[in-house]
């Protein structure tokens, strides 16, 4: 069963990936998925600051303009932002607690088919009559009165990917509380373990709503329900109610991951172990359940009456509180450590002013009646890019820089590494910064064009300018990537050499078991602590022995790819085009017929016996 | 402990549902699955309440005319019994007797499939006596949609009972068939709950008024 | 290094258009605040700032000690610290103190902004304005006037004037930035709330404060613009006795604009009223109501107002409102029937 250290035809590595249940590569998955849809969408960022460039600009029509931020928007949140932190959690997570895998590998699979089924419907819908074009948040009745099936690629892909990700979540959750290595309790776990335990909590509570409201407005544009029609009593504010309290805890699931990845890079490279673990645990369960009572401050100018607005602001307010806590703490960890300018380093301790900026500028729009004014322009767009790019982005490129070893075995240039940082960081200011002025002096967000004479053109003109910067930086970040695959120089368990947590003690791309011997932790950054007493790696908790592995499986690719031609049925036997029905059904038989092999076959998976491991070690494979 | 093993009446665990790591994972993983159906059906509720007697105009039929209690009742009857006879099946899986449980499974299938014909029934009637459809009005969209829902819940959980029962009938239990039986009744209670507060917040709010 | 030039060279230019445009244009921007409403407002957005640029100066003096006081120089382990209860407990009891500083004021704005009650008091004077929403162009009703306009809203300085917000077709949002914040347009109610001009500060901006739609929705949401005339009392008491005045639909009094008028009731009328009377009911009002359109600022919302961009429009609104409703719902005009339709339009005028 060793086989994975064998050189393979590009056929077997390919039906390797479409079968795997292997969190490590899974990761690969999300991140080579994530990474291919982070690019389009930010190919359409540029698109936007084209357009934007200069007034009364004609590079995009109007309609095409509004497919294009839909699509950016939808694009980034659900294709990109989410499925990198998927890959991160997939790939570091189950090697902090020691584990082997997840607790459903099975499941795992599935859920990555499920989003990449769900982004390629969702993104073929360009090919089709049009994207969707009513906005990421898709407003209830602009999205009832958009023509084309633009609207119904969103909702049928979003609900496809949005299956994948809750049950993702599901399974982080048991594998956090049910596959720790011995002695990792919950209060030695890493921070990163940790935000990806909350977020995992907060996936299975929040996407319900959207699968609700996504059902609601598909069943209003296909069998002609009344959940948003007026005249017949329908009331699509109650899209927005369901898809904010969705769409708020959404960015929580976004930023909490982004916060463990920091809360990994500031100890290493300061070599000083977290400051306030406790606190930062506390503070990131706190923002996690408060992230769900706030939803109504994305609908301060709906008409929800003052009585709402105050309590949504108060409890608005009361977030920043936790998120302050972390701050704090981040800075005093590196105070007194001995901080090294690593590329990692380098966007951590750019995250900091830059989330902070975003963060006041969210308490800012905390203010109900001040918000009437920031609502809906620039400043907003000012806000959230500031936290997600400035946040989530700068975590997933440090990630990226972090953690490529870990998952390929070799290091990204460090070099190429920093100029993409500075190429990127001095992009995102100049492109985002100006734009809490445009919002201040009147222009609203989702604008296609403006029009000359009203104090916008140098703003938009300098905005636009930053995008260069960042566009230039994804491509350096890409040659890195290219020459570091071409060159493939390998590197040994701890890279870094600043290493803390368990997944530095395995080597570099671990063996698919991960642990030979599950190990024995024995406090916070356990591998830090064996590496200070002159250890070379973790003491093991358990004999060696037979180990239990799951079998591989194409069902899950199946399962994902029935729904993904199904949903072509449901859409196109709107037009009553005669093929639809079948296609339809074609495609649930497919996924039902897979599931229903997967019900019926029994599968116990394999083990790999101690002889084997043994021989592992004669290869020179240290586990 | 392997799952794939063959079992006496004395090796037999006390808690055959948590006895393997891939027992326990499916225990709490399914736990957590409800956890989100739970939020699932708050949003169809809420969505339910908000549009409760929204209708276009006064020709429509509003709740406290519609619902028939009697029949509903009867329903509740018989989702309530079949989420007992499922417990009877679970007790005989703990105690290692796969035929017994199998009778108390089809019982509870046969529950079940009188619940899902009663409801059929009764979307007919409303369908036919009060022109009460999914397209008809805001509030009847909501309706179905929740009823509907949950319906649809109810039939996939008599699909899941069904082919577990077939799947094992020949070969018994053994720990790894086990919990999934435990989960299939653990999915059933869920739906019977489900439905108490559709029973309550639909039909027994929808008669006040 | 040449990056870092170019980067120099723009930000100067950054700097310079900061200090130019300043707060922005005194009829668009919310920085310039130029009544009640917008006056609260940008003193929540001053108090807010200044506490968060407090806070900011604290984060950034760490943050820099940080960096240069703790780069590493040997390898040396520093000492692993737990973490401190006394520091923890101040940077979690000083936001809190400073966010009740903050949110005091923000319940009370909150509460006084949402005051609509002189809107249901019998037989008050408040001034009530119905605001109707629709796919790029908006309607002003003034129920109490008996009258009804669109594109231009026409407002009396120096007191409140209460809205009344519904949308016709899809979710819209009624913003006037320089006067106060907005409010959306529902499909399925009706919102309320209040505004105020300051007649010194709309001198400023010249009488015509822009209003936008800040809602997506749909192609043309760019486009939605709208136009706040600011007059005094007596003026506006006035123009409301003009409009009331147009009772039939005025006679036009040029040649020229009488073949424009018999165009305009054969291919226009059907949508477009020319009294400002509101009898026909909300729903049927498929187009703006052109009673004054000769005294209008711009047309479409958008374009100069003058006969050539008239002209423009009446060839091909699609071109510069993608989407709007009025292409191809009248039969193509020919350059004579332009000429005599704009006449006609340019005339309409209700001021004497």
Known sequence: MSTYAQKKGFGATLWDFLTTVDHKKIAILYLIAGGFFFVIGGLEAVFIRIQLAVPNNDFVSAGLFNEIITMHGTTMIFLAAMPLVFAFMNAVMPLQIGARDVAFPFVNALGFWLFFFGGVFLNLSWFFDGAPDAGWTSYASLAMASKGHGVDFYVLGLQISGLGTLIGGINFLVTIINMRAPGMTYMRMPLFTWTTFVTSALILFAFPPLTVGLVLMLFDRMFGSNFFVTTMGGNTVIWEHLFWIFGHPEVYILILPAFGIFSEIMPMFSRKRLFGYSSMVFATVLIGFLGFMVWAHHMFTTGLGPVANAIFAVATMAIAVPTGIKIFNWLLTMWGGSVKFTTPMHYAIAFIPSFVAGGVTGVMLAVAAADYQYHDTYFVVAHFHYVIVGGVVFALLAGTHLYWPKMFGTMLNETLGKITFWLFFIGFHMTFFIQHFLGLWGMPRRVFTYLPGQGFETSNLISSLGAVFMSLAVLVLLYNIIMTSVKNVRVGNDPWGDGRTLEWSLPSPPPFYNFKQLPLVRGLDAYWLEKMEGKKGMTPAEPLGDIHMPNSSFLPFMMSFGLFVAAFGALFNMDDKAWSIPVLILGLLITFGSMFIRSVKDDHGFHIHKEELMDDEDKGVKA | MHAEEKLTHETWPAEPEKSTLEAKNKFLGFWFFLGGETVLFASLFATYLALKDKVPDSTHTLAKDLYDLPLTFVATMLLLTSSLTSVYAIYHMKNFNAKKMNLWLIITVLLGAAFLALEVYEFSHYVHEYNHTFTSSAFGSAFYTLTGFHGAHVAFGLMWFLTLIIRNSKRGLDLYNAPKFYIASLYWHFIDVVWVFIFTVVYLMGMVG | ?352
Request: net charge negative.
């Open chain 3, 1 to 352: 290094m040449k990056r870092l030039a170019k980067w120099r060279l723009i930000s100067i230019f950054a700097i310079l258009s900061l200090i130019l445009s300043g707060c922005g244009e005194p009829f668009l921007s919310t920085l310039r605040p130029a009544g009640e409403v917008a006056d609260i407002q940008y003193d929540l957005m001053k108090l807010s700032t200044w506490i968060m640029v407090g806070v900011i100066a604290v984060v950034m003096v760490i943050f820099f000690i940080v960096l240069f006081k703790f780069r590493r120089k040997d390898e040396k382990i520093p000492k692993q610290v737990e973490g401190s209860h006394k520091l923890e407990i101040i940077w979690t009891v000083v936001p809190i103190l400073l966010l009740l500083i903050l949110a005091v004021p923000t319940v009370a704005a909150t509460f006084k902004l949402a005051d609509v009650s002189p809107m249901d008091k019998e037989d008050s004077d408040a001034l009530v304005i119905n605001v109707r929403s629709n796919l790029y162009w908006w309607e002003f009703e003034y129920p109490d006037q008996g009258i009804v306009t669109g594109q231009d809203l026409v407002v009396p300085t120096d007191e409140k004037v209460y809205f009344n917000l519904i949308s016709s077709d899809v979710k819209h949002s009624f913003w006037v930035p320089a006067a106060g914040g907005k409010l959306d347009t529902n499909t399925e109610n009706v919102n309320k709330f209040w505004l105020e001009f300051d007649s010194a500060k709309a001198k400023e901006a010249g009488d015509l404060f822009y209003g936008k739609c800040a809602e997506l929705c749909g192609p043309s949401h760019a486009l939605m613009d709208f136009k706040v005339k600011t007059v005094s009392r007596a003026d506006f008491d006035s123009w409301v006795a003009d409009m009331k005045d147009v009772k039939e639909p005025a006679k036009a009094d040029t040649a020229l604009a009488q073949q424009g008028q018999e165009i305009f009731n054969k291919s226009c009328i059907s949508c477009h009223a020319v009294t400002p009377g509101n009898t026909t009911p909300p729903e049927a009002r498929f187009a703006p109501n052109l009673t004054n359109f000769g005294e209008r600022s711009r047309i479409a919302g958008v374009l100069d107002h003058n006969e050539d961009e008239l002209k423009n429009w009446l060839r091909t609104p699609e071109k510069y409102k993608p989407g709007n409703l009025m292409t191809d719902k009248y039969p193509q005009l020919s350059e004579e029937q332009l000429d005599a339709l704009t006449a006609y339009l340019m005339g309409l005028k209700v001021e004497e």
